[in-house]
């Protein structure tokens, strides 16, 4: 298990959705599938949403480029 698991677990545990959002967002950008990549960008947007986060804008800004969330 890597470091940024290691860290996604214990945010779970704690159910800490800021730092959840920023996690996924990490591991979004860590990806090396866009697949991958596509899948923690929505995890890291929900969060966000969840905990009503002004990155929420720009986490579904990206998802719409990337043709996985509509305009």
Partial sequence: MNDLDQ????AHQLGDLAVLATLYAEAA????????AGF???HAYVYALDA????AQGLRARLVAMGREEP
């Fill in 7 to 10: 860290r996604l677990l214990e």
């Fill in 40 to 42: 923690y960008l929505t």
């Fill in 52 to 55: 009503g986060l002004a990155q």
């Fill in 29 to 36: 950008e860590q990806a090396a599938r866009e697949e991958a």
